[in-house]
């Protein structure tokens, strides 16, 4: 098993910047593939940024040149950096990690707030 703990989320005006944290503990060696996804009120969860193992990364066209995802040393932190944001990334953030590297999600974290006033 994995657990997933995230934090960073907050309230910043248009424009501004945040880093989410997601850490994880228990069994990471077997994590291919680690994620960010959010979640708007009325929207169903979307990709945010993923990377996988070889450190390839994908992002949504949403935030290409806006967010950065990125892991430590160790593969046991997960960070999205969040810059120029948006009202319309206002979301709950959630981080989730996989065994492959693609598929389904195996473990998610519990979400944190983002919220950009305008």
């Known amino acids: 098993q994995v657990q997933l703990v995230e934090s960073g989320g907050g309230l910043v005006q248009a424009g501004g910047s945040l880093k989410l944290s997601c850490a994880a503990s228990g069994s990471i060696f077997s994590i291919n593939r680690m994620g960010w996804y959010r979640q708007a009120p009325g929207k169903q969860r979307e990709l945010v940024a993923v990377?996988?193992?070889?450190?390839?990364?994908n992002y949504a066209d949403s935030v290409k040149g806006r967010f950065t995802i990125s892991t430590d040393n160790a593969k046991k932190t997960v960070y999205l950096q969040m810059n120029n944001l948006k009202p319309e990334d206002t979301a709950v953030y959630y981080c989730g990690m996989s065994r492959r590297s693609f598929g389904p999600t195996d473990y998610w974290g519990q979400g944190t707030q983002v919220t950009v006033s305008s």
């Open positions: 990377i996988r193992s070889g450190d390839a990364t």
